[in-house]
């Protein structure tokens, strides 16, 4: 095991799959470094647009060759399969040969071109875990991990047909991999009247959408402000500089490195229904999403009937279905209960933790324990007094914070008394503490960031809690555990960690090391 790990990341960007998957794998990259890991991109350069997009971008790239040929794909190949330029058996070949010397933990690959033959051909050649990134579910894979951010009803039903072994499921908005510059970043103050709008179609503008929003904000009879965003790497760059040069109202933005302050100011956004959603519902701007891409076809609808976004079509798409952008502009402009109701179902849905709880869920196992100081009395008075915690702790009533402080103060003082913080890299996620008896036992007592309830983390809390004591206590010590009535989450956590008892009152004896040890001091 490294001694921090490392996770490769297999995705591509071009003009035909757009930015998306590389941008959402950006994300994910900054969670999994401040979580401790070493990232490195593996990505082939199929056009211009990648190295555009990473360009700004501080992070290891090793770069796969530009195929020189056109690429046909076998009949049994993944729909997508032309993406990749060349056979998914070359293109695992050439990954696993630009990774051998650096031994990844795992590898993150977002393609649609590749199916559970590039999944089991990568695992094997790298003895690695590998996470796939998906929302399509269109092939077979052969994953650790799967990860789809996407809204569905059910998605184990979803990836039925195609998943065909144990692995961890990442799945809904609740892992929607945002940078980290939305988890505090400004909200849309919503307003009774639209103001301006902002329009972001995608980085790679599909079919030159946005030149086609303007055209029908204006035919909607919205005479104000106009921000369009897009990047560089836009084919329809040319053609949509001079859409907004030909609107005195309507100016264009180029390359942000975030979006969510362009989100934030405008009173509504038009998009297109891809990975910008999310950040969309982060912010709860209130949104009409088109569909320009298959990927968007299952999600845009089933949002619109969430209540979180206005479901519109361009005109000169097949998505009959749904009314037409001028009609829902038409519908939305003047309805501000309608729009307040979008941005709050908008922001129930996301809320820009999601890239950490990926990360985490991978790298969990590596926590590790630091002696808790005064300075961490806010962040733990915080996750104290969240309401999912007060509701299993034996008093449930707020604590002011003097009187938490105080506290703190208290037991780092206590010979007998010890409270550590569990991080992994430099993320905390809990506290455990430890309080020796009158029996001679020690009492535990232990919560996670509220947020990061549900991943595991309380074992590898509790775990590295034991270890700690080991290095205390080498002989042995028994600890006691106490859990308020209707703590399930509690129980199971005790009784999968080998302490006995029970419902409320559990035990179990830690060591003692085996061989000879010396008691730490």
């Known amino acids: 095991m490294h001694a921090s790990p490392r996770v490769a990341i297999r995705v591509d ?12 794998c950006l994300s994910l990259a900054q969670a999994l470094t401040e979580t401790g890991a070493q990232t490195r991109f593996i ?5 211009a647009v990648a190295a555009q997009v990473l360009a700004t971008q501080e992070v290891d790239v090793h770069w796969l060759p530009t195929p020189r040929t056109p690429f046909t794909p076998p009949a049994d190949a993944p729909p997508h399969a032309r993406w990749a330029g060349l056979s998914a058996t070359d293109d695992a070949q050439q990954t696993a040969e630009a990774l051998a010397d650096w031994s ?18 990568v695992r094997q050649a790298l003895g690695c875990h590998l996470l796939v990134i998906d929302d399509l579910a269109d092939r077979t894979m052969a994953a650790d991990a799967l990860l789809d951010h996407n809204w569905d009803a059910d998605h184990r039903r ?12 990442l799945t809904g908005t609740r892992h929607a991999l945002l940078t980290p510059a939305y988890r505090h970043a400004p909200r849309c103050a919503l307003r009774d009247e639209v103001h301006s709008i902002g329009i972001f179609m995608g980085g790679t503008d599909p079919g030159g959408a946005s030149a086609q929003v303007v055209q029908a904000c204006r035919a909607a009879g919205f005479g104000g402000p106009l921000e369009v965003v897009s990047t560089s790497a836009s084919p329809h760059l040319p053609g949509l500089r001079q859409a907004c040069a030909a609107d005195r109202d309507t100016t264009l933005t180029l390359d942000e490195p975030d979006l969510a302050a362009f989100f934030a100011r405008h009173d509504l956004q038009i998009g297109a229904g891809g990975g910008a959603t999310w950040e969309r519902c982060c912010i709860g701007a209130p949104t009409i999403a088109l569909v320009l891409a298959a990927n968007q076809a299952v999600v845009v609808p089933a949002l619109d009937r969430l209540g979180a976004l206005s479901a519109a079509r361009l005109d000169n798409t097949d998505t009959a279905d749904l009314p037409t952008l001028t009609d829902a502009l038409h519908q939305l402009l003047p309805d501000a209960a309608a729009r307040y109701a979008l941005g709050q179902q908008a922001a129930n849905l996301v809320d820009g933790r999601g890239a950490q709880r990926v990360a985490l869920s991978l790298l969990g196992e590596r926590l590790q324990l630091r002696p808790a100081t005064l300075d961490d009395a806010p962040l733990l008075h915080s996750w104290r007094n969240h309401p999912s915690v007060r509701a299993v702790s034996a ?35 809990g506290s455990i503490r ?17 947020e990061l309830q549900g991943m595991g983390l309380g074992r590898h809390l509790l775990a590295a809690g034991e270890q700690a004591l080991l290095a205390r206590y080498p002989a042995g010590i028994t600890v006691d555990a106490s859990v308020v009535p209707d703590n399930a989450s509690s129980r199971r956590l005790f009784e999968s960690g080998g302490y006995h008892g029970g419902p409320l009152q559990y035990q179990k004896t830690i060591g003692p090391l085996p061989g000879p040890t010396e008691t730490a001091p």
């Open 395 to 429: 008093t449930q009533d707020p604590i002011a914070f003097e009187a938490h402080e105080g506290w703190m103060r208290a037991v780092l003082a206590h010979p007998a008394r010890w409270l550590f913080v569990g991080q992994v890299g430099h993320l905390p996620v």
């Open 13 to 24: 960007a071009s003009a035909a799959m757009g930015t998306g998957h590389l941008k959402r």
């Open 104 to 121: 990844p933990d795992w590898v993150v690959v977002d393609h649609y071109a590749f199916d559970a033959r590039w999944h089991h051909a």
């Open 434 to 450: 430890f309080d020796r008896l009158d029996s001679g036992h020690l009492e535990v007592s232990l919560y996670l960031d509220p």
């Open 158 to 169: 979803k990836y039925a047909a195609h998943v065909h072994r144990p692995l961890i499921w």
């Open 43 to 47: 990505c082939r350069a199929l056009d």
